[in-house]
C-alpha cells in the first residue's frame, strides 16, 4: 500500500532574506521586499521537483508541494517540525463534522521563530519555512435544477425579493444596486453554465479565477460558493462578481486563492469561511493567511468574514477575529417582523486578541431550530451541499434538486458584503477605505435588543452594531 502524501507550503524568501512572514516586523518596508524572484522560485520549485515532491503551483509568496510524510522528514530534515500538527488535535479531525456551514488569529500574534534549522541546506537559501495545509471542511450526486427555489411548507426567505426587502429596499428605491463595484467571494468556486437561477437577470459575473493545475475550473465541488455568490447578487445585482476558486477537487488552498483575490483589485473580499481560534497552532501556513489579508487590507479592500456557527464547535473564527477586516455574525428575523439575534451565529471575545470582540455587524441567519434553514439559495445539483442538507438536514428540499434552504454567517457575510457595495456606490469616497466602509456598516445598522448568540451572550454583544442596512 503507497504512503499517504500530504500536501504543505514552501514558504519562499525574497532575493534580500525577507519572506511574507517578515512583514509584521517591518511594517515599513514595500510589499515587493518579501516577494522572491521568479528566478529563485523556479528554481526552488527546480529543487523540490528533484527531491521527488510534485509541485501544484508556484505562488507569489509561496509554493504548494505533494509528497509523503517520509519525504518531508527526510528531504527537508525535519523529523518532526514544530509547525507540525499534534494529532490529538488534528484540524483534520476539527473539520470533519456534521455542520453543512464552512463559515462562515491574528496580527497581535507572535510571529513562528526562524526555520531555517527546519529546511535542507540546498532549500534554505530560498525557503523560509514549511507550512501544514490547513483544511476548512466544505462539505461536499444527479438532478436538474429550476430557475425557482421550491415551494415548502414553513417560513423561508426566497432571493432576491426577500432579501432586498430586508436589508435594501431604500437603496434599491433610489437605484443603487451596486453599480461600479467589485466584489471577489473566496470560496468553492461557482457553478458554470449557470444555475438557471442566475440567466436572465443582467449579472456581471466574471470567468472563475481557478487555481494552477485544476482542469475543471467551471465545477464548484460543494455548491457553497455558488450560494454565496447569490446572496452578494441579491443585494447588489449591477456589481461586479469574481468568483476566486479555492479548491482543486476537494481540497483547498486558501493562500494561493487570496493571492488571486487581491490581484484581482476588487474592492471587497467576502469569506464565508473559517479556521476555529481554538485549533489555531504556530505553522507559517496562518501566518502566510494572515499578512495576505493585511495586504488586501492595505490595498484599500473591504474584507468581510465569518464570525462563525453553533456547529461544528460554537467556536470564534479565525479571520473574523482579526481587527481589520468586518466580522459578520447573524440576525433572524421572524414571519411577523420581529428581530433577533441568532442562537445559530457565534459571538465571543476572541482569545488571540483579548480587546476584540465579534461580531461587528450581522447579516441574515436562520436558529438552531431548524438548522438555520432560512434562505433558499442555488447550489450545483449534483453535490455533496445540496445532498448533505436535502438528506440529513431536513430543510425538505430534494435530493440534488439544485436548491437548499440554509444560511449560518456563510450567507450573513456575503449578504453584509452586498450591503457594503451599496454603500460604496451610495458614497463613491468609502472605495478604498475599509475602516471607513466598517464605520458606514456599523452606524447604520439596526440594533438588537433581543434573543441571544449561541454562546449565550445577550443581543448587544451578540451582534455588535446589529442588522446591516443600505437605506
Known amino acids: 500500500m503507497p504512503d499517504e502524501t500530504e500536501v504543505k507550503y514552501a514558504i519562499l524568501k525574497s532575493p534580500a532574506g525577507l519572506s511574507i512572514l517578515d512583514r509584521k516586523n517591518n511594517p515599513n518596508l514595500p510589499f515587493k521586499e518579501f516577494l522572491p524572484s521568479e528566478n529563485d522560485a523556479k528554481k526552488t520549485a527546480e529543487i523540490l521537483r528533484k527531491k521527488g515532491f510534485e509541485v501544484i503551483y508556484i505562488g507569489l509568496t509561496h509554493i504548494a508541494i505533494r509528497g509523503t510524510k517520509i519525504q518531508f522528514q527526510t528531504a527537508l530534515s525535519s523529523a518532526k517540525s514544530e509547525f507540525d500538527l499534534d494529532p490529538s488535535t488534528s484540524r483534520t479531525d476539527a473539520f470533519e463534522t456534521k455542520s453543512p456551514q464552512p463559515l462562515g488569529r491574528t496580527s497581535a500574534r507572535s510571529q513562528p521563530e526562524s526555520t531555517e534549522s527546519e529546511v535542507a541546506p540546498d532549500l534554505a537559501p530560498f525557503v523560509r519555512a514549511i507550512g501544514s495545509k490547513v483544511p476548512i471542511k466544505l462539505l461536499n450526486g444527479v438532478g436538474t435544477p429550476s430557475s425557482e427555489p421550491p415551494k415548502l411548507g414553513y417560513y423561508y426567505l426566497e432571493p432576491p425579493d426577500d432579501i432586498i426587502r430586508l436589508l435594501a429596499r431604500g437603496a434599491h428605491s433610489r437605484n443603487i444596486k451596486g453599480e461600479g463595484i467589485v466584489i471577489a467571494v473566496v470560496d468553492s468556486g461557482f457553478m458554470m453554465p449557470f444555475h438557471p437561477y442566475f440567466e436572465g ?41 469574481i468568483p476566486i476558486k479555492a479548491l482543486i477537487g476537494v481540497e483547498e488552498y486558501y493562500p494561493r486563492a487570496f493571492e488571486k483575490a487581491i490581484q484581482a483589485k476588487p474592492d471587497i473580499i467576502s469569506c464565508s469561511w473559517g479556521y476555529p481560534e481554538d485549533y489555531l497552532g504556530n505553522d507559517p501556513t496562518f501566518d502566510l493567511l494572515d499578512n495576505l489579508i493585511d495586504r488586501a487590507v492595505e490595498e484599500g479592500i473591504t474584507v468581510l468574514c465569518a464570525s462563525g456557527n453553533l456547529e461544528p464547535d460554537n467556536s470564534l473564527q479565525w479571520p473574523s477575529s482579526k481587527p481589520n477586516i468586518v466580522s459578520v455574525g447573524g440576525a433572524f428575523i421572524n414571519e411577523q417582523g420581529k ?133
Open 339 to 471: 428581530i433577533v439575534a441568532s442562537d445559530f451565529a457565534v459571538s465571543r471575545h476572541s482569545v488571540i486578541n483579548p480587546n476584540r470582540h465579534c461580531p461587528d455587524c450581522c447579516g441574515l441567519c436562520g436558529m438552531k431550530v431548524n438548522n438555520a434553514a432560512y434562505i433558499a439559495l442555488p447550489v450545483s445539483p449534483n453535490e455533496d451541499y445540496n445532498y448533505e442538507l436535502s438528506t440529513f438536514f431536513g430543510d425538505c428540499s430534494t435530493t440534488y434538486d439544485g436548491w437548499v434552504i440554509t444560511s449560518g454567517t456563510s450567507a450573513a457575510t456575503a449578504l453584509a458584503a452586498g450591503v457594503a457595495a451599496l454603500w460604496m456606490e451610495a458614497n463613491p469616497s468609502l472605495k478604498g477605505e475599509p475602516d471607513k466602509v466598517k464605520r458606514e456598516l456599523m452606524k447604520h445598522c439596526i440594533p438588537i435588543r433581543e434573543g441571544t448568540s449561541s454562546t449565550g451572550e445577550p443581543a448587544n454583544l451578540a451582534t455588535g452594531a446589529g442588522l446591516v442596512q443600505a437605506f
Open 201 to 241: 437577470r443582467g449579472y456581471e459575473i466574471k470567468e472563475v479565477v481557478a487555481i494552477e493545475g485544476d482542469e475543471n475550473p467551471k465545477k464548484d465541488p460543494t455548491g457553497h460558493g455558488t450560494a454565496m455568490a447569490a446572496c452578494v447578487l441579491a443585494l447588489a445585482p449591477e456589481a461586479t462578481l
